[in-house]
Nanobody, 125 residues
Framework: QVQLVESGGGLVQPGGSLRLSCAASGFTFERDYIGWFRQGPGKEREGVSC????????YYADSVKGRFTISRDNAKNTVYLQMNGLKSEDTAVYYC??????????????????WGQGTQVTVSS
């Protein structure tokens, strides 16, 4: 059974940092892409960042470039999202997802078919 389990969310003040983790199990950790998405209150789910399994290429939404960093540890079957310089607009439920089939929609939820349960990130003073 495929499982993606996120952790590391919480409450942080503006300008602070958090590191999210996505632990994968139940499948060979070779998916076309592993991505992070988020859904804020009253908003649609949007792509934050992703990493391509074959060559480690990384992609970021414009809103997080220079602040967030995605990485992976293949030995631990885990993908991380380091979030620095957090802003109130980063408040959302953050989801980890995997694309089991090749996709060009690597920063769109439509390109992914395996999802974790999400972890809440709240940025507030």
């Amino acid at each position: 059974q495929v499982q993606l389990v996120e952790s590391g969310g919480g409450l942080v003040q503006p300008g602070g940092s958090l590191r999210l983790s996505c632990a994968a199990s139940g499948f060979t950790f070779e998916r076309d892409y592993i991505g992070w998405f988020r859904q804020g209150p009253g908003k649609e789910r949007e792509g934050v960042s992703c990493i391509k399994s074959s060559d480690g290429s990384t992609y970021y939404a414009d809103s997080v470039k220079g602040r967030f960093t995605i990485s992976r540890d293949n030995a631990k079957n885990t993908v991380y999202l380091q979030m620095n310089g957090l802003k109130s607009e980063d408040t959302a439920v953050y989801y980890c997802a995997a694309a089991s089939k090749p996709t060009k929609l690597y920063l769109s939820p439509e390109g992914y078919d395996e999802w974790g349960q999400g972890t809440q990130v709240t940025v507030s003073s």
